[in-house]
T-cell receptor, first 114, second 114 residues
């Protein structure tokens, strides 16, 4: 069983929809949680970063962490065609921060159509 | 853009031949990583480096070796390429221990082993 599970989709939504992307994990040592966005044939880029449980909002994006359920989410409001990309969750435990070794989910392919 | 380049960007090779991929950074980041990305698996860590001549294995290191003789360069070598090593390879750099554990990714190298 993988440490981080992410539904690969693909997910197709109309412009303006609310998108929910999710990951579950099994390692209770994970404390830092990230979402990366990867456009086609590009490298991933950091989109959101959260520490421990709670919510974090940045414009149309909200990252949510529920450590009791080992579940993290990324919500995209008013989705745009430019949001079409692969979204990867990533996480790291406190002990791993000395080398920055991230554990990634499989990635979810999102398409927002006009 | 964190100033990370990868070369070559595309390569087709035959089974049994050695292959070296190069990652070059201009950001003076201490930490460097090599990942492979395959459908259904997300990003998997191959090897990483935490300083010049300091390297260690990641999750999928069999069949790969690395070297880092300068801060800015991190080489990934496939000693004898196999078809299972057909993949997209990403280099990343990071400031592990930084507040957000962000990694910066290169544009990727698409490798096909026939």
């Amino acid at each position: 069983q993988k440490e981080v599970e992410q539904d690969p989709g693909p997910l197709s939504v109309p412009e303006g929809a609310i998108v929910s992307l999710n990951c579950t994990y099994s390692n209770s040592a994970f404390q830092y949680f990230m979402w990366y966005r990867q456009y086609s044939r590009k490298g991933p880029e950091l989109l959101m970063y959260t520490y421990s449980s709670g919510n974090k909002e940045d414009g149309r994006f909200t990252a949510q962490v529920d450590k009791s359920s080992k579940y993290i989410s990324l919500f995209i409001r008013d989705s745009q065609p430019s949001d079409s990309a692969t979204y990867l969750c990533a996480m790291i435990g406190k002990g791993g921060t000395s080398y920055g070794k991230l554990t990634f989910g499989q990635g979810t392919i999102l398409t927002v159509h006009p | 853009d964190a100033g990370i380049t990868q070369s070559p960007r595309h390569k087709v090779t035959e089974t049994g031949t050695p292959v070296t991929l190069r990652c070059h950074q201009t950001e003076n980041h201490r930490y460097m990583y090599w990942y492979r990305q395959d459908p259904g698996h997300g990003l998997r860590l191959i090897h990483y480096s935490y300083g010049v001549k300091d390297t260690d294995k990641g999750e999928v290191s069999d069949g790969y070796s690395v070297s880092r003789s300068k801060t800015e360069d991190f080489l990934l070598t496939l000693e004898s390429a196999t078809s299972s090593q057909t993949s997209v390879y990403f280099c990343a750099t990071g400031l592990a221990g930084a507040s957000n554990n962000e990694q910066f990714f290169g544009p990727g190298t698409r490798l096909t082993v026939l």
